[in-house]
């Protein structure tokens, strides 16, 4: 099965700065890449998602971007604010299989 | 109003007794899923219900049974809880899946299951 690697587990950036977070995996026929975030104590939700036919996307502050030759994607938050802080979940899917294999997780802090 | 919603939201019981968690969503959608999110935080697939068929089943114990009446819900009962069921229970629906890879999946709030 697919299995997707998440790095860094924990991620501490001052108030203005950039996260980067990132993902490999592992079934080269994957081709939808969704990011979720979950605030503490609340359901994840989806932010941002790509398609294994585009190579970026970008939707204000956060961007991701999919590389398929090396099998791995990234999330990239710019001008972060405390209210980005969150876990953060990449995951991956085949789609026809209806299944979403997550990353284990980065926990974001932002220092103000 | 609540795309998906789940009761109780909270559940303490003791080991050994039988519980069930109910999710409904008001979306329309066709595919709903269980996971269980442990103290670390991952995120894993139970089951999955596609018009009220079983299309995933994880390698999860038999004390867990997924039923769906109709594909507007999906209902968990576990048996015989065990410590080690302590968890939080999402449940989440998404439009389809197959082909079309449209499966951007929207989430309950949560159960916080706690055995003792």
């Known amino acids: 099965g697919e299995n997707v690697e998440q790095h860094p587990s924990t991620l501490s950036v001052q108030e203005g700065d950039s996260a980067v977070i990132k993902c490999t995996y592992s079934d080269s026929a994957s081709n939808y890449f969704p990011w979720y975030k979950q605030e503490l104590g609340k359901r994840p939700q989806l932010i941002i998602d790509i398609r294994s036919n585009v190579g970026e996307k970008k939707d204000q502050r956060i961007a991701v971007t999919l590389n398929k030759t090396a099998k791995h994607f990234s999330l990239h938050i710019t001008e972060t604010q405390p209210e980005d802080s969150a876990v953060y979940f990449c995951?991956?899917?085949?789609?026809?299989?209806?299944?979403?294999?997550f990353g284990a997780g980065t926990t974001v802090t932002v220092r103000a | 109003d609540t795309a998906v919603s789940q009761t109780p939201k909270y559940l303490v019981t003791q080991m050994g007794n039988d519980k069930s968690i109910k999710c409904e969503q008001n979306?329309?959608?066709?595919?709903m899923y269980w996971y269980k999110q442990d103290s670390k935080k991952f995120l894993k697939i139970m089951f999955s219900?596609?018009?009220?068929?079983?299309?995933i089943n994880e390698t999860v114990p038999n004390r867990f049974s997924p039923k769906s009446p109709d594909k507007a819900h999906l209902n968990l009962h576990i048996n015989s809880l065990e410590l080690g069921d302590s968890a939080v229970y999402f449940c989440?629906?998404?439009?389809?899946?197959?082909?079309?890879?449209?499966?951007?999946?929207?989430f309950g709030p949560g159960t916080r299951l706690t055995v003792t």
């Open positions: 219900y596609n018009n009220k068929e079983l299309i």
């Open positions: 995951a991956a899917s085949k789609g026809y299989d209806y299944k979403l294999s």
């Open positions: 979306l329309g959608h066709d595919t």
């Open positions: 989440a629906s998404s439009q389809a899946g197959g082909l079309a890879g449209d499966i951007e999946q929207y």
